[in-house]
């Protein structure tokens, strides 16, 4: 399952709020990122002609119809910067160590929203051997109806369906950037030792034997 991000020329049967839909006002640059050649193989939506601010979404595919990606394998881990609800930074490479599972979603991404209770449950079985960091793609500019700003409205939304997830957040979509994320949700597994074994691009079933396998890889 992937999510088409926020475009001004969505069509009228999917609607986002008003806060997914505002652009990358603070950043200079912008995600011009190369058009899948099949994107329905992959069971999302086209893209807009024009490029979107975010990562796009769909919401319509079956679990297990994304893209496994082993194309940049042995790649180094990014130098980025992750920000938790209360303010505190945090260096990718400062979870190094231990397999490392980085998961990029929003709230506004009906996909990514679906498979967090299984992201949770997989950080929880796997304590002791695995890291999962769901990384949060909402913009730092995003008008939030409930106050408190961003960091405090991904941090309560995470709660209510992935309590044992801490809220970090990638709020410039730094890594979506660097990964060339089209769509969300996007994952990327690395070893303990900060090189990447394989990236997904859709919701998957995190708990699965397959996924299990999957995992087995980083050694």
Same mark, same amino acid.
Request: with cysteine; net charge neutral.
């Given at each position: 399952?992937?999510?088409?991000?926020?475009?001004?020329?969505?069509?009228?049967?999917?609607?986002?709020?008003?806060?997914?839909?505002?652009?990358?006002?603070?950043?200079?640059?912008?995600?011009?990122?190369?058009?899948?050649?099949?994107?329905?193989?992959? !069971? /999302?939506? $086209?893209?807009?002609? %024009?490029?979107?601010?975010?990562?796009? @979404?769909?919401?319509? &595919?079956?679990?297990?119809? +994304?893209?496994?990606?082993?194309?940049?394998?042995?790649?180094?881990?990014?130098?980025?910067?992750?920000?938790?609800?209360?303010?505190?930074?945090?260096?990718?490479?400062?979870?190094?160590?231990?397999?490392?599972?980085?998961?990029?979603?929003?709230?506004?991404?009906?996909?990514?929203?679906?498979?967090?209770?299984?992201?949770?449950?997989?950080?929880?079985?796997?304590?002791?051997?695995?890291?999962?960091?769901?990384?949060?793609?909402?913009?730092?500019?995003?008008?939030?109806?409930?106050? !408190? /700003?961003? $960091?405090?409205?991904? %941090?309560?939304?995470?709660?209510?369906? @992935?309590?044992?997830? &801490?809220?970090?957040?990638? +709020?410039?979509?730094?890594?979506?950037?660097?990964?060339?994320?089209?769509?969300?949700?996007?994952?990327?597994?690395?070893?303990?030792?900060?090189?990447?074994?394989?990236?997904?691009?859709?919701?998957?079933?995190?708990?699965?034997?397959?996924?299990?396998?999957?995992?087995?890889?980083?050694?």
């Amino acid at each position: 399952m992937i999510a088409e991000g926020p475009s001004a020329k969505r069509p009228p049967h999917i609607l986002l709020p008003d806060w997914a839909l505002e652009p990358l006002m603070l950043l200079s640059r912008s995600l011009t990122l190369a058009v899948l050649g099949l994107p329905l193989v992959l !069971g /999302g939506c $086209d893209r807009e002609t %024009a490029p979107p601010a975010q990562p796009q @979404a769909s919401p319509a &595919a079956k679990a297990e119809s +994304g893209l496994l990606d082993r194309s940049k394998q042995g790649s180094a881990m990014p130098d980025f910067m992750l920000k938790d609800a209360s303010g505190k930074q945090a260096p990718l490479a400062s979870f190094k160590g231990k397999p490392l599972l980085i998961n990029l979603w929003a709230t506004w991404c009906a996909p990514c929203v679906a498979e967090l209770p299984a992201l949770d449950k997989l950080a929880k079985d796997r304590a002791d051997s695995l890291t999962v960091l769901a990384v949060s793609q909402d913009l730092d500019s995003a008008v939030n109806t409930g106050g !408190g /700003g961003t $960091d405090a409205k991904v %941090a309560a939304f995470l709660k209510e369906r @992935a309590p044992g997830l &801490a809220p970090w957040r990638d +709020g410039e979509n730094n890594l979506a950037f660097h990964y060339n994320a089209q769509t969300l949700p996007t994952t990327i597994y690395y070893d303990a030792k900060g090189r990447e074994v394989w990236r997904y691009t859709g919701a998957r079933e995190w708990t699965s034997a397959e996924t299990a396998k999957l995992l087995d890889e980083a050694g």
